[in-house]
């Protein structure tokens, strides 16, 4: 099957195929690519050089039209891509259409529409709560189990990985509890999700049922939630998140198609509480997903989230997100919140992982409670595959630099 | 001055000129108008007419290359659009150009990016707090002072003046405060607004500072919050609105320049607390705007929220969105948050008007706590201009159509 000298049991062999948007070296052109091991097929040159319909689709500067396309148009365009790559009478044609990973340069891969970040961990919530309500009866809040509580973010400040991250300024309380302070956030933190990528629009006022997902959303990839805690914990109060996390969102340079992880699909976790009918999924096909992602920091892995425990699955957010009427449009991305397992080692924020600061995580290069200027997070993840071949997302990685602005400064 | 037949003392002549897009009768087509009395100049055509090079601005189907062009561009736009409709021989060459506001198609203005609500009104805030937190110390969060609290809403669902909206449905809390229960929102509520429309972009990690308001800032519209209490209550800890609220949001068809509204500028309430450099104001040309709103529910006035009464300002609220180091983009969109006065018939929510459905307002047509299906609500507004000529802003109205899917529906 492989072609292109990709290993067999490489995590990106023809059997994944996720999308991205690149520039080959020394073009600025931007058009849509597909991954293969450690190389890049322009999938637009190759449909236009196979005479391929789909060309219209692929040979853009963004993948929004082919999400647009819709689930048909997915499933064909991919199964033309599988052949490409493996029927060898293509490979004198399209040898000269592969770029090797590392000469080219990766974009935001999609126009990002509206941008949604749920909290669909059990885990996580209840950490959370353990940490900034520690007198509360229940960790978890009244509504919790009852709807994947999400809010909007800010869409202008989603960017690729392995963009820089500059550190946030802001507001946060005095330790005294007097007036706020100004300056460089000293909580910066990371959440570990992933992110689903909406493709074909809905109508204003109608709802999308439970099993409309798959018509709907075209794929996922890894996602950094960065959170700058003490602004956070100082703005949230009533109306939610912020300035704490607008400043950036990472995601992966490669979408994988939610057809590219059939068996990776698996039963959420066993429902403690009766679910409205708009979001019962007992009848559904399973709604999770066995990603089983990994997380390092500055190249030593920190925790291993395991994805397959998110309470609410990824189509009872999306159900939840439009029952009220909102529309969806292409370009939507919606994360599933900060993913962690019920192991210690399975917590997908640092928050929980060093417990609010008080137990610092020993690396090799010296202990970390929060993100020092000059870290490097880095997401993997791997799902199973057919025949036993995993399928790789593709990573998102930033670097945290220094605050670029002196707050004196913006007295101006 | 007048042409065009417009009244001396019209709220929509030669001194305001507020830009839109539209279609006129029998055409799909959509291009920039100004509005002049209760016509429409077709600006594009008028500058391909006259030979202008603000064409390239104007003859296009959205506002945002005009919002993008900054500001010393909208002040020479608007300075040529003012000769256009003042000096009397290119009258023979624009009439033919001109339509009646009745006979054309208004559409949204601009392609909304990040749409973000703000919560600036002390008066608002406090009734807020006075019926949700009856027992607190204070009616106030801690940190409402310190910062103009906000949060991102749906840009997806942003719909221009005279879109039907939805009533949505959602979960809600039922009376024995036992499980949610599903339906239609019982408390489908209004918030009066005022939204802010960015033009230039920033760079992401450069706060944009209290000075740079009006070189990002192209103008302003009325923008109806719609809002449904009884979802938004259930869902809103800990991470805010969500769902009672991106169901949609009305903005009106025209945008006014702040060049319209020089005249309208003034101080802000007196501040009760030191604020950080970044927000501190004190230095700067007032940063409050004169807007005299009125609410009408069919047809009859329930509201005259004064917008000068606003404790944070639109620059205000710009630099703190932006000193995390979040980038502003073409098309962003931010809401004042309520406008509520001080005396009962000032304020801004039915919600406010009506304490929570305590208090019914008694209307010719009956009694009203929130929306019923099929009613109306309008929100108009005028600024004091040069020479006591008033400067009107574009109308926001909505009718309200009930849910359109059954609840049992959505099992599938």
């Known amino acids: 099957m492989p072609l292109f000298d990709v290993p067999e049991d490489d995590l990106f062999g ?17 058009t849509v690519g597909v991954r293969l091991g450690d190389h890049v097929l322009d999938a637009g040159a190759a449909a236009l050089a196979l005479g391929s319909p789909y060309a219209e689709l692929l040979a853009r500067p963004s993948l929004n039209p082919l999400l647009a396309a819709g689930r048909t148009a997915w ?60 007198d509360a009866a229940d960790s978890l809040t ?44 000293a909580r910066l933190d990371i959440e570990a999700e992933v992110g689903f990528v909406v493709g074909v629009p809905s109508a204003m006022g109608t709802p999308v049922p439970l099993s409309g997902f798959r018509d709907h959303v075209f794929g996922l990839c890894l996602l950094n939630d960065w959170s700058a805690r003490d602004i956070q914990a100082w703005e949230y109060v009533p109306l ?8 950036a969102t990472s995601v992966s340079a490669w979408i994988t198609p939610l057809d590219a992880l059939d068996e990776a699909r ?46 609410w699955t990824a189509a009872q957010q999306l159900a939840h997100m439009t029952v009220n009427g909102a529309s969806l449009r292409t370009g939507d991305l919606y994360g599933s919140g900060t993913v962690s397992g019920p192991a210690e080692h399975q917590r997908g924020s640092l928050l929980e992982l060093t417990w609010n600061g008080r137990d610092a995580l020993e690396l090799p290069d010296g202990k970390r409670t929060y993100l020092e200027d000059g870290d490097v997070v880095t997401m993997t993840a791997w799902a199973p595959g057919a025949g036993g071949v995993r399928v790789g997302l593709g990573e998102v990685t930033g670097r945290v630099v220094a605050e670029r602005v002196d707050a004196e400064r913006l007295q101006d």
């Not at 059997?15 to 073009?27: D, E, K, Q, T």
């Not at 060898?88 to 399209?94: A, K, M, V, Y």
């Open 75 to 134: 499933s064909d365009v991919r199964r033309a891509l599988t052949a490409w790559v493996t029927v060898p009478s293509h490979r004198e044609t399209l040898a000269p259409l592969v770029h090797p990973l590392d000469s080219v340069t990766l974009h935001l891969p999609f126009e990002v529409a509206d941008y949604v970040d749920f909290y669909a961990s059990e885990n996580h919530a209840r950490n959370v709560g353990r940490i900034f309500r520690p």
């Open 266 to 311: 698996v039963a959420p976790p066993g429902r403690t509480h009766p679910l409205l009918p708009y979001l019962d999924d007992a009848d559904e096909e399973p709604g999770g997903y066995d990603l089983r992602i990994s997380v390092a920091l500055n190249g030593h892995v920190v925790s291993e989230p395991p994805f397959s425990t998110m309470y």
């Open 240 to 247: 939610g998140p912020f300035l704490g996390k607008s400043f």
């Open 14 to 30: 023809p059997h994944n195929l996720p999308y991205g948007v690149f520039s080959p070296a020394g073009s600025a052109e931007r």
């Open 142 to 185: 009244p509504n919790w189990k009852h709807l994947p509580i999400g809010y909007h973010g800010r869409s202008g400040t989603v960017v690729v990985s392995g963009t820089d991250v500059v550190r946030p300024g802001g507001q946060r309380t005095a330790p005294a509890g007097a007036a706020p302070v100004f300056g460089p956030s």
